[in-house]
Structures are given as C-alpha cells and as structure tokens.
C-alpha cells in the first residue's frame, strides 16, 4: 500500500475514534437522559419568586409533595385541586376534602405538632402561617431542600393596620399561589371579586349605627373588640364602624376579652356580629349554638341589635377557616344585612 493510503486510513480511524470518545463523554453528563441512544439535554424547572414575610424565596412552579399548614389557604388549594402530603387535620374545618383523604399525613395542631413528618416526605414546598407561623424555623431547619415560605400576616392588637393588613394579606397570599400552581387567572378573579365584596359592604354601612363583635364559646360571649378582636376586629378599620363598647386592654384572644351581657346590653348596640367558635370545634363537648345563646339571653332580648333582629353570624366553620372564599361570604352576608 502506498504510504498516502496508509495516511488517509490512519487519519479517518482517528476521527472516528474521536467522535466515539465525544458520544461518551457527552452521554456522561449528569441530569442528561438517553432515549433510544440519543442524549437530551435536562429539563429546566420553572421557578417564581415568592415574597413572604421574611423576603423573597425561590419556589418551583406546580411543586410536589406540598405540605399545607395555613388555615388561610385550605379552602383556595382545594378549590383548585391542589393535592397535598400533610395538613393538621385538627385544626381544619370538618368537611375540607384534605381532612377526609386518609392518604394525607396529619401532623397535629399547633400546640405539639410532629415536625418530623414534615422532614420524612421530603418535600418541595412548605406553605406556612397563621397558627404554625412560630415554628418557621424550625420547618426551615429540617426541610432545608425544600421551598418554605410564609403567608402569615399581622391582624393582632400588635399592629395599628389591622384591617390593612387583613385585606392585603389576603389578596397577596392569594396572587401567590396562583404563581406556584399555575393558577393566576382564578387567583385574579378571587381578588377582584374579594375586592367587589369590601367596596359592597362598605357601602352598605350608613356610617352611623353601632356595632357590637362578639365571640360565642362555651355558652360564654367573649368581646371582639374593635380593630384587634379575633375575625371581627379588623372590619371596624375597613369598613369605618363605630363599636358600640370602647374596652382598654383588649386583645386577639381566640375566645374573646371578658365582658359582661349586662355591658352589651347597656351599650345598646344597632347591630351584634358573632362568630360561633364552637361550630367549627366539632369536638367541644360544652358547645351550645351561638344563636341560642344570643337568643335565650334576658340582658339582650331589649337591645335594638336583638329586638330588631339585627344580628349577623359568621360562617360556622369560620374560626378554622380564614381563608379569602370565607371573607367573600361574610362580606356579603353583611352588605346584604346592612342593606336591608
């Protein structure tokens, strides 16, 4: 063979030799996957930028294996079909699809929760808030793969936004989870028509009757008070109410501040708004309806709230239940009530 042969030969099995080391190597990559002996290249996971109370975060859009802990936010992931690991089945409302499907982990309420279950499912998000906001570290510290973020936002007699607070609070959780589920047109829709709601009851409202918020426990009526009273306190800011009872020293607390029939009844008040706590407790062995307890109670049968029938209640599961769809109902409940 003539020595230019021979070179030509030496030349093409070298190339090839190189293009088979290149194959190699490429299909050695890592995250690359082979289909049928052709490599791909690996998929990108659309993200959104999330901003929470504690800034913003870096969440996976339709996540998987999401843990749900934000009484705020049952009602919307369900209406969308979110599907989720873990919820506490105890502090949610009886009826939510999450509480019924034995396959969703329960990691208890709020006051001992078992964190470690949270660790053992791995995973991509985490949505915390409202009662579970205090262990967002903790949940940071042993999910650290994981996407954490938190919807929680202030409505206690710590903040002088309440109603504010409450009204952005909700619109903002609900634009967020929109972004993380693919879910931005329902979640504008919400939002305009929570908006709708607010300007509705607001305009009901004729500025100058009373208002007097309770909450009803036990049998016992506990006082909301204006801008700081659970549920009902941040209303007297959006809506401009004058409460018919001005109490130092009020608070958040889930059962109302002390106070006594005689003191309502004395205040005389235009209209009584209750939420019935125990209607959403199933498991209250001392639980008595809050209209019966309104109703049967002599102090209050002369009160023009009462002897007019001025009384507007809250959704029954609403003291589990804070979420936007729950205050489109009460909003309109009371624009309808004012109306009249």
Known sequence: MKKSKIFKVTVI?????????????S????NDTETNGQVNEPVEVSTVEITDVHGTVTVPVNPKNVVALDNRTFETLSDWGIELVAVPKGVMPADSPYVADESIQDIGNHREPNLEIIAALDPELVIVGQRFASFYEDIKKIVPNAAVIDLNFDVSEATDTPGENLVNGLKNSTMALGQIFDKN?????????????????????????????????????????????????????IFGWISALEIDGTSSDHQGDDISV???????PDWIFVLDRDAAISSTEDAVPAQDVIDNSPALKNTT???EGRIVYAPADTYTNESIQT???????????LAK
């Open 13 to 25: 099995m070298a190339a090839f030799v190189l293009m088979l080391t290149a194959c190699t190597n």
């Open 27 to 30: 299909g050695n990559k890592p």
């Open 185 to 237: 047109e329902e979640a504008k829709q919400l939002v305009a028509d929570f908006d709708k709601a607010i300007e509705d009851a607001k305009s009901a409202y004729n500025g100058t009757d009373t208002v007097m918020s309770v909450i009803v426990s036990g049998g016992d009526i506990g006082f909301s008070a204006p801008h700081s009273g659970r549920v009902w306190g941040p209303m007297y800011e």
């Open 262 to 268: 005689e003191a309502i009844a004395q205040s005389n």
């Open 305 to 307: 709230a009462v002897s």
């Open 327 to 337: 205050y489109l109902e009460l909003f309109g409940d009371i624009a309808k009530a």
